[in-house]
């Protein structure tokens, strides 16, 4: 799982920003990030160590979130 550079409270949140067009950062944390390859990243948030209320599907191009899936 990753995250995005932005704490989002809500998946709303995220995808608002998204289709409003702002470039949103993802990262994985851990010995298998920060960089997440191009294609399909799963998202959940807030961030740890608050408790994951959130998750969401992205395609993501250079690091960016190119297009909200679910």
């Not at 470039?23 to 799963?42: L, N």
Request: hydrophobic share 35%; aromatic share 12%.
């Amino acid at each position: 799982m990753a995250y995005t550079e932005h704490n989002y409270r809500s998946k709303k949140e995220l995808k608002e920003d998204i289709a409003k067009g702002l470039k949103v950062r993802v990262f994985q944390p851990g010995p298998f990030g920060p960089e997440i390859g191009d294609g399909i990243a799963f998202l959940e948030g807030p961030h740890y160590p608050e408790a994951h209320s959130w998750y969401a599907q992205v395609e993501v191009e250079g690091g960016v979130i190119t297009k909200f899936v679910s």
